[in-house]
């Protein structure tokens, strides 16, 4: 069960990506309406045999505020130290390039990594996201991660 569902995270991010795409509510969608959708999106899931997981993306800067950049090997250390441990199931990372507007107004561009969680859902996954938020920001001097949560039908 445990390699299944290894194989399930694994290869469920382009199938989870694909339905939520499909299935994402329309911007003209009604407040009375939400609920309708939630049980729209739960049969759409059953009908793919999928399952609801929470995907959570965790947006990391690559710039330190002594203007050093993070290495890929110590991004890649980090990972290994706090996030694996954590979602020993899977998880995936891509590279980009980003910006934001720090407290001083300044538009800051630099390299990122997104890292993407496809999990079942408990305060203690939402928990343990939390603390690897909190030791990014500490091992490397962040003001921030930004987190985005949303639910995806995944299935493979």
């Known amino acids: 069960m445990n390699k299944m569902r290894r194989m399930l995270i694994a290869a469920s991010l382009v199938t989870g990506l694909t339905l939520n795409i499909a299935l994402a509510p329309s911007s003209a969608q009604q407040p009375e309406q939400a609920g309708t959708e939630t049980l729209s999106r739960s049969r759409a899931c059953r009908q793919v045999n999928g399952e609801v997981f929470a995907r959570t993306e965790l947006f990391f800067g690559l710039s330190k505020s002594d203007g050093s950049t993070i290495s890929e090997e110590d991004f ?4 290994d130290r706090e996030v694996t441990g954590r979602f020993p199931d899977g998880l995936t990372l891509l590279s980009g390039s980003g910006q934001f507007r720090d407290s001083n107004g300044t538009v800051v561009k630099e390299g990122s990594k997104l890292l993407i969680l496809l999990y079942p859902f408990s ?3 939402s928990r343990a996201i939390q603390d690897i938020r ?7 001097q962040q003001q921030s991660v930004l987190r985005v949560d949303e639910q995806s039908c995944v299935s493979f």
């Open 76 to 79: 890649q250390d980090f990972v």
């Open 123 to 125: 305060k203690e996954s």
């Open 134 to 140: 909190a030791a990014y920001v500490t091992a490397f």
